[in-house]
């Protein structure tokens, strides 16, 4: 229920004001003393506020500043026996919702209190859904700076508002598990149960029995009744991944579960309430499923409510960086190394890669790298090492040029023993043009140095 505060130093207009709204259903609070008045704002949100303009010991407007000092978005209707056009400009000027001069008619009073609370519904309900955007863009495991990926966690923030379906499309290792806890934790069933299920993971005729559990003796080796995932996962969440690879009969028996919101155990004759949201996921595209025939076409229509499509990591390179340091760190304090740094040609290798297997690919990559390596920097090497050229893949004429140059260039620093002039003249470039082949290829000649002997 709306809850208004009422302040003004006639205690008739309070009685009167009191019962008036409390008959049209608000929780009110009447009050003729003015620090009391702040006080109880300080301690309590109201949605609303009537302040009369002329009080014994503060001015309407004085106090409605103060109030807009603890409450911002609490909207104030000024209320005065002595209306005159100056009152009215200067009250609204300084943010007053509205001027109602007495005697008011209710009718207009109510309206005017409807549209304010309205107002202020609409003014919490932006601020918390920016707040849960930006909580969702900090969210712990998910590091993104793409407008892409941005423009997903807005998706999810949205779609937490709902309790409708959710459908995640996006290539294996993109992080869909991963959307759907963020999604999960931003909805009002945070604090119920989130469970996964891979359903391609589990054979087929064991699915139907942990998805809906059963009762003792329903088959040989059901000693004990079993709770299924619907039933644990009540008033929560529960992400159907791989979803595409459920078999056809089973995929009937979710639909129904969809349509009737309850289910039966196996072996069981009593019916179990299902008050559970489904987030399917799939690397597969289930429209074209559906039209192979591999997929339900009602079932399709029933979990396609909120699509949310993830995008690859060769599309959102720019989250490339992100994502390596903060493997960099978690893996580097994981395996207790000081690991400093990554260098920049092994993250321009990093960036030129088109990554098949997304963010778990990377992850691994420097997991690998972190691992293997006995230097406190992560160097192109390490990189290289984790991702081996396949025979037949034909490189770009222009990569190809690229890396022959830099061959080249590294040959000749080792055998010239890091000497720039001789390796230049070995080249046939000026010094200053083979110092700018370096640069370009994160080169340090001083790598190349021959230790002096000793006489």
Not at 248 to 253: E, F, R, S, V
Not at 442 to 449: P, V, W
Request: with cysteine.
């Amino acid at each position: 229920m709306d809850n208004i505060l009422i302040v003004d130093d006639d205690l008739n207009i309070l009685k009167v004001l009191r019962m008036r709204l409390e008959t049209e259903g608000y929780i009110s609070t009447a009050l003729a003393d003015v620090q009391k008045a702040i006080e109880v704002t300080r301690e309590e949100e109201f949605d609303l506020a009537l302040v009369d303009l002329k009080l014994a010991r503060k001015d309407g407007i004085e106090l409605m500043e103060t109030l807009h000092d603890i409450r911002p978005e609490m909207p104030v209707i000024i209320l005065t026996a002595y209306g005159t056009i100056e009152s009215t400009v200067d009250a609204m000027q300084k943010g007053a919702y509205s001027y109602l001069t007495k005697p008011f008619d209710h009718r207009q009073l109510l309206l005017q209190i409807k549209n304010g609370i309205e107002r202020t519904r609409l003014t919490r309900e932006v601020r918390r859904l920016k707040g849960l955007v930006g909580e969702r863009y900090e969210f712990k495991n998910i590091i993104c700076k793409s407008r892409k990926m941005k423009d997903v966690l807005e998706q999810v923030a949205m779609a937490a508002e709902t309790d409708s379906n959710v459908c995640i499309q996006g290539e294996s290792g993109t992080g869909k598990e991963l959307i759907a806890k963020a999604l999960h934790l931003a909805s009002l069933r945070k604090d119920n149960p989130f469970l996964a299920i891979n359903c391609a993971a589990i054979p087929e005729n064991l699915l139907e029995s942990e998805l809906f559990g059963f009762k003792k003796g329903a088959f040989t080796g059901a000693i004990s009744n079993k709770k299924g995932l619907f039933a644990q996962a009540h008033g929560g969440s529960m992400l159907l991944d791989e979803i595409t690879e459920t078999p056809l009969p089973m995929q009937a028996k979710l639909l129904r579960v969809l349509q009737e919101k309850e289910f039966y155990p196996l072996g069981s004759e009593n019916p179990v309430k299902a008050d559970v949201r489904i987030i399917a996921a799939s690397n597969k595209d289930l429209a074209l499923e559906v039209k192979k025939g591999h997929f339900r076409n009602d079932l399709f229509y029933r979990l396609h409510v909120i699509p949310i499509h993830l995008p690859p990591l060769r599309e959102r390179k720019e989250d490339i960086p992100l994502l390596v340091n903060h493997f960099l760190k978690r893996f580097t304090v994981e395996m207790k190394k000081d690991i400093k740094e990554i260098t920049s040609s092994a993250m321009q290798g990093l960036l030129s890669r088109d990554w098949p297997g997304n963010v778990r690919e990377l992850e691994n990559t420097i997991e690998y790298a972190v691992a293997m390596t006995t230097r406190d920097t992560i160097g192109e090497d390490m990189i290289l090492q984790t991702q081996k050229n396949k025979e037949n893949d034909i490189k770009s004429l222009k990569e190809a040029k690229n890396d022959f140059e830099k061959k080249y260039i590294l040959n000749t620093l080792s055998i010239t023993g890091g000497n720039i002039s001789k390796a230049a003249d070995l080249a046939g470039k000026y010094r200053a043009d083979f110092y700018d082949l370096l640069k370009k290829h994160d080169i340090n000649s001083a790598d190349f140095k021959r230790p002096k002997q000793s006489v």
